[in-house]
């Protein structure tokens, strides 16, 4: 076994903060989480008991107890982030163990190996709240969905956050080309086309080409290659648990890579046109991307005409109304002049997408904080069966 190892009759030379922390002294059990770790990227610390140095039971990323440790530490201070390892999931002693140590998770080694190793390689690489993702697609033909997305990325960016920006359609001609990076360094889809299983995130990002303080991920001038939905998906994932903002350009056809995306999507905007014949496509589309999206919105593009407004093309489509995006004048001049898409803060384009962020992320001060973070409260126990993996416990 490798490892840095304390117990509690003798103090580690320390760890440093974000570490996984292992807690077990069944060398069989050692030597498998010490492997899910190696494939993780992650040098964890091991201990018998409570860690001697002062704080690292708290501060540790992610605590991995093995069933044979969990008596040694009853009093602990209450945490997120402990997973209990038991060889049998069938003894209630294993379940009220959890309880005693505040456990979020019970797990069976070898079959929830997959699900902890991601779990210890989020930990490993900082991963906490994830992006909120944005998916952009066009109602018709030229609906405007591509500078949308280039906007939207650009207003985050611009106001801080970690930004990433995703060309979903190999047939859109590049957002690096709308953007003016079309020359710069960096990787483009074809790279990413054989990605199997886990990317890290860290290195997706250092990877892609930083256009105006963001990271784009477009198509190169080659030909045509094929995603598959396997590499969609690794891709995407790694891309939102760096945190901030993901946006996504998609086309309106819903092929396997596209359906991968958009069940990763938080919001889907559908830009449409205040055209009668727009509004027709446009519900074909809502129709075939709908069902996937759990929370899409129309964009409607002004100026309104052929007796709609934008309430009114909202309800034809019955979908919920993001807000009308007026023209903006110069738009394509200031494109030849090298400015990319929102690039004019008074524009329209702009303030629409400083309203919807202002919306979305209402937390603008604090992009690191996990939402949805459960209080423990009593000291229920519920199993939770996850493909015979193990079970989750609130205690």
Known sequence: MTGSTTSDAQQAAGGAP????????????????????????????????????????????LVLVGDDAAHRLQGVVRREGVLLIGRDLDDHAVWRQAVVIGADHVLRLPDAEAWLVDRIADAAEGAG????????????????????????????ARSGRRTMLIDGDPLGGGLDVLLGGE?????RWPAFAESRGRLGGGALEESLPELHSLRVLSWDRGDSVVVPPEAMRAVLSAARRRGGVVVVDLPRRVDDG????????????????????????????????????????????????????????ARLLDLPLAGELAAEPGLL???????PPGSSVRGPLAKFCSRFWSQALPDAGSTSARP??????????????????????TG
Not at 44 to 61: D, H, K, L, S, T
Not at 143 to 153: E, F, P
Not at 183 to 187: D, K
Not at 272 to 284: C, D, I
């Open 18 to 61: 974000g570490r996984p922390l292992i807690v077990s002294e069944d060398e069989r059990l050692l030597d498998d989480l010490l492997r899910l770790c190696a494939a993780a990227g992650a040098e964890p610390e091991v201990a018998a008991g409570m860690p001697a140095e002062r704080g690292r039971w708290e501060r540790a990323p």
């Open 129 to 156: 709240r994830q992006a909120l993702t944005v998916g952009v697609i066009g109602g018709r033909g030229g609906a405007g969905a591509s500078t949308l997305a280039c906007a939207l990325a650009l207003s985050a």
């Open 183 to 187: 020359a710069a360094e960096g990787l």
């Open 258 to 313: 596209v359906a991968e995306v958009l069940a990763q999507l938080d919001v889907g905007l559908l830009v449409v046109p205040a055209e009668l014949r727009a509004v027709a496509a446009a519900h074909r589309v809502a129709a075939s991307v709908g069902p996937a999206v759990r929370d899409l919105r129309v964009v409607v593009r002004g100026p309104c005409g052929s007796g709609l407004d934008d309430e009114e093309i």
């Open 333 to 339: 001049g200031a494109f030849g002049a090298g400015a």
């Open 372 to 393: 949805g973070a459960q209080s423990r409260v009593g000291a229920q126990i519920s199993a939770v069966e996850a493909g015979g993996q193990g079970g989750s416990v």
